[in-house]
């Protein structure tokens, strides 16, 4: 099903599901911001994976990084897909070390919810 929804109003559902899945720790949003059938193609470890896969992925980030937090540099949105250039940030619980990374995501609209995502990160490197 292709989505009515205008460029500004995926950007902005982007925006809402970053915040909440991410910077607030409410992994289960991902069960109404996703179709039924969602698929991650680059889940964790690189697999693809549905919600459930990625609800276990961001909650066990929650553990590792108590802070993390994700900003978002820039978002470019056509036709039914979204992609942002992003920086994640946060203190690793083992390590007490501050971490940074950056990351690619396109993500595919059905209707007004998230069916498709794909994604590119470097590894996480220090910072002060």
């Known amino acids: 099903m292709p989505t009515a929804l205008t460029p500004d109003q995926m950007k902005t559902k982007i925006r809402s599901h ?5 910077n ?17 193609h ?3 470890g690189g697999e693809p994976t549905g919600v459930e896969g990625d609800e276990q992925m961001m909650r066990a980030m929650y553990a ?14 056509e036709r039914d897909r979204v992609v942002c250039r992003n ?3 946060g203190t690793n619980t083992k390590t007490g070390r501050k971490i940074e990374f950056h990351g690619f995501v396109e993500w595919r609209f ?15 490197t220090e910072v002060d």
């Open 64 to 77: 590792l990084f108590p802070d993390l937090r994700i900003t978002i540099d820039e978002m470019i949105a």
């Open 18 to 22: 970053f915040d909440d899945f991410v």
């Open 110 to 124: 059905e209707g007004d919810r998230i069916a498709e995502r794909w994604a590119t990160v470097t590894s996480p």
């Open 87 to 89: 920086r994640w940030h």
């Open 24 to 40: 607030n720790r409410k992994a289960e949003v991902i069960r109404s911001n996703m179709t039924p059938e969602f698929l991650d």
């Open 42 to 44: 680059d889940g964790p």
